[in-house]
């Protein structure tokens, strides 16, 4: 059993190196954003290799402050890329209202739940910021239905992002709810191989948005 779940957790973190060269191979050919968004995916990756560390050899069993900051950073960079592409002043409300409630909600857990982030993951923040990341890609697709752009959509990567994203946080948002109940219990470990096959599609998705946003200039 240990191999099996040796196996997985390297798994999930190797799986996250694809759309990171991808993206790499495809830099010249993309807008800033899009750059940063590359940056921010390959940040994602070497977090989690460096959880398994900093769990491991320095503060034992206790790296869940690396994946709270994690969400801090991942969905505020999504929601200021959402922003940023989408030329929508409704969505951009809704985003300001999405993000507060965020941070607010973070608020609450560390100071009046008493959540502590060493050892638990955010839930309230984290449903509130996938709900959120659904909703702009919602709000996205429907602004390409009144827009010319859906005759090259395939080519758009925010196009991607918004797919990989909604399946992401449509699959593990629910799994949130209960994770720090679950985690305190081994014969439940296996839940957490959900993570697997949700972000192995995640990158699949996002690296054939890289190729396809290269192939736009060619």
């Known amino acids: 059993m240990e191999i099996i779940q040796l196996y997985v957790i390297n798994s999930y973190v190797y ?7 991808i993206g790499f191979w495809a830099w010249k050919y993309l807008e800033k954003p899009y750059r940063l968004f590359v940056i921010v995916l390959l940040y994602s990756a070497l977090n989690e290799m460096f959880k398994i560390y900093y769990g491991t050899y320095i503060v034992k069993g206790q790296n869940r402050i690396l994946t709270n900051l994690y969400n801090i950073i991942y969905f505020s960079f999504l929601f200021w890329l959402f922003c940023k ?32 982030y060493h ?40 196009f991607w992002i918004a797919i ?34 949700i972000t192995f599609l995640k990158c699949i998705i996002l690296s054939i948005g890289f190729v396809c946003s290269r192939q736009k200039i060619q």
Do not use: W
């Open 119 to 158: 050892n638990q993951t955010q839930v309230i923040p984290y449903i509130i910021g996938g709900f959120g990341i659904m909703v702009c890609v919602f709000y996205y697709f429907v602004s390409l239905l009144n827009s010319k752009e859906i005759i090259s959509i395939h080519r758009n990567l925010l």
């Open 164 to 197: 990989a994203h909604f399946i992401y946080y449509l699959g593990f948002t629910p799994f949130k709810i209960g994770e720090n109940y679950y985690a305190s219990f081994d014969k439940y470990y296996y839940l957490f191989n959900v993570k697997v096959p």
């Open 15 to 21: 799986i996250q190196l694809l759309p990171v060269i």
């Open 85 to 116: 592409k989408v030329n929508n002043n409704v969505l951009k409300k809704i985003i300001s209202i999405i993000v507060s409630l965020y941070f607010i909600s973070i608020v609450y857990e560390l100071f009046y739940q008493g959540i502590d």
